[in-house]
């Protein structure tokens, strides 16, 4: 079965640093783009940046460049979002999906159950 | 970047009824559209690519529409289980852009 599954959820404090995980399993890992969608709370979804595990190319929305960093690890096929300094406004729900390409166009055909993080001093 | 821009905001029909979803984009995406059904407190599924083009296992009365810039998403007769948020996503130009979405909601 292909599957995506998120790590639990996180309680952090301002100015900590955080690295949430998706680990997948049944599909070649290294053949699909994954990548990670914010949803803030009653919000809506925003894409935030890409991962490529054959060559670790990864493509940053500009929103999100500089705030985070996307990373893959083929040897247990887990990507990876990670914040170096954590703030209130990155309380919000991430979700890790795979990212096909059908033709030219990218959409995400498989998602994670989302990782709560909730930042609060 | 592309602004997808969604409307209504809410649409409140009951069942049986037919929901048509419109996702207006900034400049052409081509037929490079999919939209994406989010109910309350799971993640998002695909449920049309390529504009007019269902994903596995979504039922026919869901279909999808349009090009350049103006989409449409149907479901001609809602079931219990369609009541949900429905989002567009461009997947022709980097960044990768989603609609602010349309809450389908029990009238």
């Known amino acids: 079965e292909v599957q995506l599954v998120q790590s639990g959820a996180e309680v952090k404090k301002p100015g900590e640093s955080l690295k949430i995980s998706c680990q997948t399993s049944g599909y070649t890992f290294s053949s699909y783009w994954i990548g990670w969608v914010r949803q803030m709370p009653g919000k809506g979804l925003e894409w935030m940046g890409i991962v490529y595990p054959g060559d670790s190319d990864t493509r940053y929305s500009p929103s999100f460049q500089g705030q985070v960093t996307i990373s893959a690890d083929r040897s247990s096929a887990t990507a990876f979002l990670q914040w170096s300094s954590l703030k209130a406004s990155d309380t919000a729900i991430f979700y890790c999906?795979?990212?096909?390409?059908?033709?030219?166009?990218?959409?995400?055909?498989?998602w994670g159950r989302g990782t709560l993080v909730a930042v609060s001093s | 970047e592309i602004v997808l821009t969604q409307s209504p905001a809410t649409l409140s029909l009951s069942p049986g009824e037919r929901a048509t979803l419109s996702c207006r984009a900034s400049q052409s995406v081509g037929s490079y559209l999919a939209w994406y059904q989010q109910k309350p407190g799971q993640a998002p599924r695909l449920v049309i690519y390529d504009s007019s083009n269902r994903a596995t296992g979504i039922p026919a009365r869901f279909s999808g529409g349009g090009s350049g810039t103006d989409f449409t998403l149907t479901i001609s007769s809602l079931e219990p289980e369609d009541f949900a948020v429905y989002y567009c996503q461009q997947g022709d130009n980097w960044p990768l852009t989603f609609g602010g979405g349309t809450k389908v909601e029990i009238k």
């Open positions: 999906a795979r990212l096909v390409s059908l033709g030219r166009a990218f959409y995400f055909d498989l």
